[in-house]
């Protein structure tokens, strides 16, 4: 083997264990807790039946659930999917972002009452830079057809 | 007068686009049947679109400043009351306002790159056009059929929407343009690579020629990146200033891999190699621009379907595919004419620590961009949302940064080809000692945490459980930066202390005067140390204050205090206001030494609500008690409490809520030297949510120690590039050198 295939293996070596390394790190990265997680929607999570263990959920504020208490750090609220909705109540910090139509996440379980109990509320609109568009372009202005009146919520729960 | 404006932006977009498809054509004809007054015709077409663009964008401001709310993007991001600064900054609100941006800046850009090679680069000149103007086309394009920002509605709007109160924010009105400014410049050092590659002139003139286009989008990119942190830590009130959100990872991908290319031309420089690498650095980065800007612009971040509906979202997504793959094929077709002139001698060398460099840059920026497009495959091929936690970012990250920052102290010590012992203990041993000794005090410093750390680390990897392994490690990392930081301060005082010395062996001057014209002799290189120097601060800050943040959260009535750290916080007094376009519930609180009492400052945040503008009685109301503000009415704070209650009233009657709420920090900063172990830190407070009946708060408090490194890191980052970016003889030299040789050569 002459000095400059030496060399070139060098490389090689350093260059792949690089790239190696990073891969390890992702895969153990995406293994643990508070790295990768899923989401379910409101009809998977309602499908599920589950009641005991803690499960994210992801979907929407119904318009005009917001249900605020004067603690100001308790808040009902509705949450749909489209298809299902669940009422969510939440204890902790309400984000700014949390407002009628914003895209939540909750984590918690399902309480005795059909109600989700949430330890977490994550908001957020599409973009930081941007108000989500359903907010402010003017043809979507007017309420939609989700109005809390319009859907019987406890026929929707399992 | 005002449809006048209208049309004439709305028309001006349209012929913009008509310019900019002749320029392409024009510039490629030009090019392929060398008939130079075709260029200039296509270099008049650039102008001219770049003209009608900015016209157009005057022409969308005077919508605004005129509040003319037929215009969709007026209505949907400005209202009567917006403050003049938001009106303007209302522009890029918009999804249709920031590609106009866009559009500008680029068309701007390239009429300073037609300027500036009028009797220059005259072989390259009509690919760059081109590239240029298809880019150009592209974006009008968007701006003409999908987008438009004139498009306007005879709807009856008596008022505007107004712009998301987050955004209502100093640093927000220079963060976006900033950044687009790095985006965009990224086209112009393409645009020469490309015509380079189609030329087939792939010596050291396109990058040598567009050095400082590169030099410039990097450190408005850097410094873009910088705002946006800042922006977010003063105003989105979580107490930090990263959570790996994908539009923060758009713009940090395409700087990482800016700043792999401006080490790796170095060696094409000097030694004739990585001539691959280079061009596939510069496409790289210049697709990562456009990705960051079709991140943050297609909506696909929140839902792959709203992307889909969001009507630019799939164009953008072609034409980043025909980029990256023109590109790559380009890239191909031309590998013969990019033959490596040089080769690696040594692990020991300069090259190699650039080319390690180039690699942990490189990597750090594809696993950012794994990790941040995966929610998006994942929900595109299996339809499951997915979230990627912050915790894997760093988890991943946090190892590579600091063999990053290691390799910063390393490279400038080792001399180019081949390093001798000789030269390695000469050149290391001071920063070594000094490294070893920053180590010793780093770990007396953070002894909490490392000797928990060491103590445990053991057990963990006996254990054979991974994460628990990666937790421990945690605890090292703070005192590892520190040193590595302090390592890496050593070499660079050295390098300028060697510089100084033989600089006034040979000349008579002052220290002063010696240090400012070696720097200027050499601006790259000492530029570029200066820019180390920040990157130190920037992850002693960063280390630090997610290493030590403490957190508190307490109810308070008014005359109560709270503990935290070496702080006591005692809330003095709330006060009602409306202002501007909301109402104000601003806290007032007293920070005191906990230990001896002394009075350290005050300092206030507040929580705020900007009613909806849309709803005639709240407005009204609204507009009333502002004027009594204004007027110094006694009934005034009467006034406010009874907007509350109509807003509380208003959303059980119309059953949603009528109020946007935004929540101002207080930030107390510790500036100065002598605040001994308070040194650089901040006492953060948010106001959760307030009574302002009886005045009752609940607060949360942050106190985040040595954040303040990571701002005054970035002013550093800043000064150092600018030093790089000024005019360089030397560099101007090598400039004209390497023209001389290309035209030699092709004659």
């Known amino acids: ?158 | 007068m005002r449809d006048l404006t209208i049309y004439l932006g709305h028309y001006g977009l349209a012929f913009a686009l008509v310019s900019t498809i002749w320029a392409t054509i024009a510039s490629v004809l030009s090019a392929s049947t060398s008939r130079p007054a075709l260029q200039r015709s296509a270099e008049r077409a650039l102008i001219a679109a770049a003209s009608l663009c900015t016209v157009a964008a005057f022409c969308l401001i005077a919508g605004y400043l005129a509040n003319d709310f037929r215009l969709d993007v007026v209505y949907g991001y400005s209202n009567t009351s917006q403050a003049l600064p938001y009106k303007i900054g209302a522009l890029w609100g918009s999804q249709a306002g920031s590609l106009l941006l866009w559009v500008v800046i680029l068309g701007v850009m390239g009429w300073v790159m037609v300027a500036t090679n009028r009797h220059r680069n005259r072989a390259l000149m009509p690919w760059a056009t081109a590239v240029v103007a298809v880019i150009m086309a592209f974006f009008l394009y968007l701006l003409n059929f999908i987008e438009p920002p004139f498009a306007m509605s005879d709807a009856f709007r008596p008022d505007g929407v107004g712009l998301n109160p987050q955004l209502k924010n100093y640093w927000m009105m220079i963060h976006p343009p900033t950044l687009y400014m790095g985006y965009v410049a990224f086209t112009i050092p393409f645009a020469f690579g490309v015509a380079a590659l189609i030329t087939r002139r792939t010596g050291d003139l396109w990058f040598r020629t567009t050095r400082r286009w590169t030099l410039m989008a990097w450190f408005f990119l850097g410094t873009g990146v910088l705002l946006g942190s800042y922006w977010a830590y003063i105003e989105l009130g979580w107490g930090g200033y990263w959570a790996w959100d994908p539009v923060e990872n758009a713009s940090l991908m395409p700087w990482l891999t800016g700043t792999a290319f401006l080490h790796s031309v170095m060696i094409q420089e000097k030694k004739g190699m990585l001539k691959v690498w280079n061009v596939l650095l510069v496409m790289l980065t210049f697709c990562l621009s456009i990705f960051g800007t079709f991140l943050t612009r297609s909506g696909i971040i929140s839902s792959v379907h709203s992307f889909t509906t969001s009507g630019i979202g799939p164009a953008f997504g072609w034409f980043l595919i025909l980029l990256f793959v023109g590109s790559l094929v380009l890239l191909i077709v031309r590998l013969p004419d990019l033959r490596s002139e040089g080769r690696l001698e040594s692990v020991m060398s300069r090259e190699s620590t650039f080319l390690f460099n180039n690699l942990v840059l490189v990597g750090i920026a594809v696993t950012v961009l794994l990790l941040t497009t995966f929610p998006m495959i994942s929900e595109a091929v299996t339809g499951r949302k997915v979230t990627m936690g912050p915790p894997i970012f760093n988890l991943v990250n946090i190892p590579w940064a600091l063999a990053l920052l290691t390799l910063t102290g390393i490279g400038p010590l080792i001399a180019w080809r081949k390093t001798s012992r000789g030269n390695l203990s000469r050149n290391f041993r001071w920063p070594v000692i000094i490294g070893m000794l920053g180590l010793a005090f780093s770990v007396i410093v953070e002894r909490a945490a490392f000797g928990r750390a060491a103590r445990e680390i053991g057990g963990a990897i006996a254990s054979a459980d991974v994460y628990l392994v990666f937790d421990e490690l945690k605890g090292f990392y703070p005192a590892l930066t520190y040193a590595i930081g302090i390592f890496v301060v050593a070499t660079v005082v050295q390098e300028y202390l060697r510089g100084l010395r033989v600089r006034r062996k040979r000349y008579d001057e002052t220290p002063w005067t010696a240090l400012r014209a070696m720097i200027m002799a050499n601006q790259r290189r000492y530029g570029g140390y200066i820019v180390h120097v920040g990157m130190v601060l920037v992850f002693i800050g960063i280390a630090a204050s997610s290493a030590h943040q403490q957190e508190i959260r307490r109810e308070l009535e008014i005359g109560e205090a709270l503990a935290i750290e070496d702080y006591l916080m005692r809330y003095d007094s709330l006060h009602l206001e409306v202002v501007d376009d909301h109402i104000g519930a601003v806290a007032e609180v007293t920070l005191f030494d906990r230990n001896d009492g002394t009075l350290i400052g005050s300092l206030h945040s507040s929580q705020r609500f900007h009613p909806n503008m849309q709803i005639p009685e709240l407005r009204e109301a609204f507009l009333t008690v502002r004027a009594l503000g204004e007027a110094g009415s006694d009934r005034y704070q009467e006034g406010v409490h009874a907007l509350y209650s109509l807003i509380a009233e208003l959303e059980q009657r119309v059953r949603r809520e009528v109020k946007t709420p935004s929540t101002e920090v207080g930030i107390y900063r510790t500036l100065s030297p002598l605040a001994g172990t308070r040194i650089a830190e901040d006492f953060y407070v948010i106001p959760l949510w307030v009574d302002p009946g009886s005045g009752r708060a609940s607060f949360r408090v942050f106190v985040n120690p040595l954040v303040n490194f990571l701002w005054l890191g970035g002013l550093v980052f800043i000064l150092g590039a600018i030093v790089t970016v000024l005019p360089d003889a030397r560099e101007k030299k090598r400039l004209e050198a390497a023209m001389e040789l290309e035209d030699r050569a092709v004659a």
Request: hydrophobic share 40%.
């Open chain 1, 1 to 158: 083997m002459t000095v400059m295939e030496m060399r070139k293996i060098k490389f090689v070596v350093i260059g792949a264990g690089v790239f190696l390394s990073l891969a390890f790190l992702i895969m153990v990265g995406m293994n643990r807790p508070g790295g990768m997680a899923y989401y379910m929607t409101v009809t998977e999570y309602l499908a599920e039946g589950a009641t005991e263990s803690d499960f994210r959920v992801n979907g929407k504020v119904v318009e005009g659930s917001i249900e605020r208490f004067t603690s100001g750090q308790d808040v009902r609220f509705t949450m749909t999917d489209g298809v299902s909705v669940m009422t969510v109540s939440y204890h902790g910090i309400i984000p700014d972002t949390f407002v009628d139509r914003a895209d939540v996440v909750v984590q918690g379980s399902m309480s005795d009452q059909n109600e989700f109990d949430a330890h977490k509320l994550l908001a957020k609109c599409p973009s930081k830079y941007e108000v989500s568009d359903e907010y402010t372009t003017p043809e979507d202005y007017e309420p939609e057809v989700l109005a809390p009146e319009a859907v019987d919520v406890s026929q929707l729960q399992p």
